[in-house]
């Protein structure tokens, strides 16, 4: 397909004529999402950062604002093949870093139709099938958290991720308590906690030691005793923390915040999806006595990013929320029966993200959810069982969602860091890293359901060879 001539605008993507205008450019797409792959062959591009910009920007032929323009098959496929080649992707069994999944294909093909439908989600003008089809998931998503006892009085608000969900669940606490809310998390809490007292103007958190990589339910008591009285709190507990994936004492913690009169916010970013298991769920016991729930579907959900929620337990909190704007929700329309949708983020305009959300609900159901949670978590059980097993190998713990933090034996931080980079740089194997109170780790995250054994192996042989040589490990 050549260059659009000047004096034709571009086609659009929706509207009757939207689909025939996209089919041969998804064609193009697909194809070269497919070549880049094959190029880089492994989880990421070998050759580090200057390597990456220097492929890339050969690639471009040095510009990409040209005075006129090379047309858009030409455009796509340069582009995206150039993407996919320099791709640090989720989907290859050894790019197991962070908590960064590989979105499934029919959440991937429901943000393309949300796209092409664009709706923004600020006025109900915008986005009446959209509006009413978050309406109805986030009534779900409540549902599955507090139970469905509470579906009249619970809501869910749709986020980026876990950190401005984390910062909206500050928010309605400053905003029902007041300026001088302090926010009470253990020191394994996420970095956003923080950021969110820092954003709002608030305090510091108050930061409860976790020496055993946990909040417990003694020092938390321990910490509330000690504060002053008066001063309103918000305490923040974690069900899967970033480093280890650990869940803190959630029933005991909400025994504590009860016995205190202190709100509760749980940060379950990561562990909230095994609600979706039978088998797991009793690992995140206790979320349902929370007042605000944090979720992360981009992590155990398959999403592509970005698809957060908080869940609220009493959905008359959100009103501090409400905002006017008189283009967006006039008085009379929201009085006249147009639904208010401004006042549910922070946000003006944003992304139909729900669709794609809604799409793998629908498609997947409670137990197909629950079997790609099982999957990943069986997973990453039986590679600890392979590190442990393997005597130049040390195994830091059990984990406990899909998390594996291991090392060769008696290599130091400085070590376990040279390993981490040569593999980077090697285009290998994308691994983390996670500094502790008794050492520094390689971290596998394990969120891709299709991994084998065999890839685990495999793993374990990259890391050996990567050892710098003369190294006792």
Known sequence: MPA???????????????????????????????????????????????????????RLGG????????????????????????????????????????????????????????????????????SELEALTCAEFAALVFGEEHGDRADALVTT????????????????????????????????????????????????????????????????????????????????????GAIDALPEIASVTAEFGVPL????????????SPRLRGLVAGLERADTVTFDLHKLGWQPVAAGLLAVRDAGRLGS??????????????EAGLPDLLGRSLRTSRRPDVVKVAVTLRALGRSGLAALVERVCDAAREFARLVDDEPEFELRSV?????????????????VALVRRRLLAEGRAVLGRARLEDGTWLKATLLNPHVQHSD?????????????????S
């Open 161 to 244: 991720g876990g950190t401005e969900a984390n910062q909206l669940a500050a928010l309605l606490a400053r905003e029902r308590a007041g300026p001088g809310v302090r926010l009470v998390c253990g020191a394994n809490a996420h970095h956003s906690v923080a950021r969110a007292a820092w954003l709002l103007g608030l305090a510091p958190p108050l930061t409860v030691p976790t020496p055993a990589g946990v909040l417990t339910s003694a020092a938390l008591s321990n910490a509330l005793a000690r504060g002053r009285p008066e001063e309103p709190r918000l305490v923040v507990a974690t069900a899967g923390t970033t480093d280890t």
């Open 399 to 415: 984990p406990v969602l899909s998390t594996v933090l291991f090392r060769p034996r008696g290599a130091d931080a400085e070590k």
């Open 4 to 58: 659009y001539p000047p004096e034709e605008p571009a086609p659009l993507a929706g509207g009757a004529a939207g689909p025939a205008a996209l089919r041969p450019l998804l064609g193009t797409v697909l194809d070269a999402l497919a070549e880049g792959a094959a190029e880089r062959g492994g989880p990421l591009p070998s050759g580090g950062p200057p390597r990456v910009a220097e492929d890339l920007r050969a």
């Open 265 to 276: 916010h749980v940060d379950a970013a990561y562990g909230g999806p095994l609600l979706f």
């Open 456 to 472: 685990f192996a495999a793993l374990l042989k990259l890391v050996h060879d990567a050892v710098p040589e003369g190294s006792n």
């Open 321 to 334: 929320l409400s905002h006017r704007a008189e283009y967006l929700n006039a008085e009379d329309d929201t």
């Open 63 to 130: 510009t990409l604002l040209t005075e006129h323009g090379r047309g858009p098959q030409e455009a796509l496929h340069t582009i995206v093949s150039a993407l996919a080649r320099g791709a640090a992707d989720p989907a290859e069994p050894h790019c197991a870093a962070h908590l960064h999944c590989p979105p499934l294909a029919l959440a991937t093909a429901a943000d393309t139709a949300a796209s092409a439908v664009n709706p923004s989600m600020d006025s109900w003008d915008q986005a009446p099938s959209a």
